[in-house]
């Protein structure tokens, strides 16, 4: 069984910083791409940042300069520093797990981020 468990959310105040942590299992993680995305209240999920079994990165606009995802393949683990945080990044949060080759596709439960002002 596939399993992605997202860690780390939380309320935060305007400038601050969180990391969350996404753990998977069950699938061979470094055959995988992973992401993070989020949704807001009555809004639609968008794209946050994603990083490719070959360590390429992607980056929303919105974020770019105060996010860093990064993977640890020897934990299963992918990880999204967010630092400078906005209100408008308050959102819940949730991992993605991605192989082109096969189509397989995973998403975990998500988890939330507050920023205060």
Known sequence: QV????????????????????????ITFRWYAMGWYRQAPGKQRELVATITSGYSTNYADSVKGRFIISRDNAKNTVLLQMNSLKPEDTAAYYCNADRASTNARYWGQGTQVTVSS
């Open 3 to 26: 399993q992605l468990v997202e860690s780390g959310g939380g309320l935060v105040q305007s400038g601050g910083s969180l990391r969350l942590s996404c753990a998977a299992s069950g």
